[in-house]
């Protein structure tokens, strides 16, 4: 059973900067659709980046210019950079896997979460002013 294990979470600054990394303990197959999301307390989740089986990739306009997704097959590995911290990106950050079902990949849409069949747990990331 495919595991995904998030990590590089932690308190920043303003401006600041942080990498997530999601390591895909078991198997992640090469033409899964993978995406980060986030959930703020008292808000709905909501997708941040998507990447696809070429690399393509997708972005909130939230964080456009600022979040690159990355991802490594090789270690099984996906990445969020993030630079330009603010406190909206105050979160719990997850990773996700879609398989197949993601017709839209790497789109970042409403609702987008509803075709990711796998998760992590979560890392959490604070941002102050």
């Known amino acids: 059973q495919v595991q995904l294990v998030e990590s590089g979470g932690g308190s920043v600054q303003t401006g600041g900067s942080l990498t997530l990394s999601c390591a895909g303990i078991g198997y992640i197959d090469s033409n899964d659709c993978m995406a980060w999301f986030r959930q703020a307390p008292g808000k709905e989740r909501e997708g941040v980046a998507a990447i696809d089986i070429d690399g393509g990739a997708g972005y909130a306009d939230s964080v456009k210019g600022r979040f690159t997704i990355s991802q490594d097959n090789a270690k099984s590995t996906l990445y969020l950079h993030m630079n330009s911290l603010e406190p909206k990106d105050t979160a719990m950050y997850y990773c996700?896997?879609?398989?197949?079902?993601?017709?839209?990949?790497?789109?970042?849409?409403?609702?987008?979460?509803?075709?990711?069949?796998?998760w992590g747990q979560g890392t959490q990331v604070t941002v102050s002013s």
């Open positions: 996700a896997a879609a398989g197949r079902d993601y017709l839209l990949c790497p789109h970042v849409v409403p609702e987008m979460e509803l075709a990711f069949g796998i």
